[in-house]
């Protein structure tokens, strides 16, 4: 696959991408980011879903007098006007319904549209290890927007009968932009969450998911939990609402294997890279 491989020193930039509803696309953005921030990792968390549920779901007010997401990606606020998460090492840019008017207003931005995003994130001076984007469910200009401003792609997929219906056509997708805008993207790999090994479903869609896709699928397996439902009401990540318990511990494991995948995909555009300047 033709990629552009071009090594900066901005942190690394990954979303959580999925045209479907409810497949855990909020709860692994914000878990992910939070267990990255415990490993000592500075994290941005860009909320880029006008619903504004992983703002919530970190106990911050959508409607705070703080700069959103919105005022981030139109200049209306500098870089650096993100909100600290009471989480040491997690900022936040919230989103609230202000974020819907984002669709129309890109729109008329004309030549620039699909780019804003990447643009602004290119001129700002973060000083974060990881920003991570949690992205609507939809694939509209905004979720365009991120997917070219973005190095890494995630892909959540809930763990149920037709979990593959629509996945194929989001990966050919995601490859299209990558190959159309010339873009260095990869996708790290689908998340198969709210996985329940006890159901012969279950253990059935994981093996389907593995003969249709390989590789693709991440090792790391997102169970069922009560918890991981409850968490968001009370404005707590996993790790903060039962830090040992089998969500946390799934998300713990995440995020060891986003950092291994990212650190193979770097060295996968490395070797490109070198091969192109033979
Ligand atoms: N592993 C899990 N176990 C139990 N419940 C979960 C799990 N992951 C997510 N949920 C719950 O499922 C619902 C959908 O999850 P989430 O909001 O993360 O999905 P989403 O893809 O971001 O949804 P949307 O497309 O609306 O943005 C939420 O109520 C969430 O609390
Ligand atoms: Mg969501």
Redesign the pocket.
């Known amino acids: 696959m033709p990629t552009v491989s071009r090594e900066t020193p901005r942190p690394p930039r990954s979303a959580n991408i ?1 045209q479907k ?8 953005a914000v878990n992910l980011a939070h267990g990255l921030a415990i490993q000592g990792k500075r994290v941005l968390l860009l909320d880029m ?1 006008a ?1 504004g ?1 992983a703002t919530t779901a970190l106990g911050i007010e959508k409607y705070t007098t703080n700069a959103s997401t919105h005022d981030f990606l139109f200049g209306n606020a500098g870089a650096e006007a993100y909100t600290k998460s009471k989480y040491e090492g997690l900022d936040v840019y919230p989103a609230n319904v202000s974020l819907i008017r984002a669709e129309l207003e890109l729109l008329r931005l004309g030549d620039d549209r699909d780019r804003q995003l990447k643009q602004r994130l290119d001129s700002a001076n973060l000083p974060h290890d990881f920003v991570i984007i ?1 992205a ?2 939809s694939l509209g200009i905004l979720t365009l927007n991120i997917l070219i401003a973005c190095d890494y792609v995630l892909v ?1 997929v809930q763990c149920e009968y037709l979990a593959l219906e629509g996945l194929t056509m989001l990966i050919e997708t995601i490859e299209e932009i990558r190959n159309n805008h010339d873009v260095d993207l990869s996708i790290l790999g689908c998340l198969l ?2 996985v329940d090994l006890r159901t012969n479903l279950s253990q059935q869609i994981i093996k389907d998911m593995r003969t249709h896709l390989g590789d693709q699928v991440m090792k790391t397996l ?5 918890r ?2 409850e968490c ?1 009401s009370h404005g707590k990540t996993i790790f903060e609402y039962e830090r040992w318990g089998p ?1 946390a511990r799934a998300y713990e494991a995440l995020c060891k294997e986003f950092l291994e995948r990212i650190s193979l995909a770097r060295d996968r555009k490395a070797i490109m890279n070198a091969g192109m300047m033979q």
């Open positions: 999925n509803g409810g497949v855990g696309k909020t709860t692994t879903d619903q549920n949690d609507p469910p959540p969450t709210m997102i169970p069922r939990t009560v991981l439902s968001p969500g």
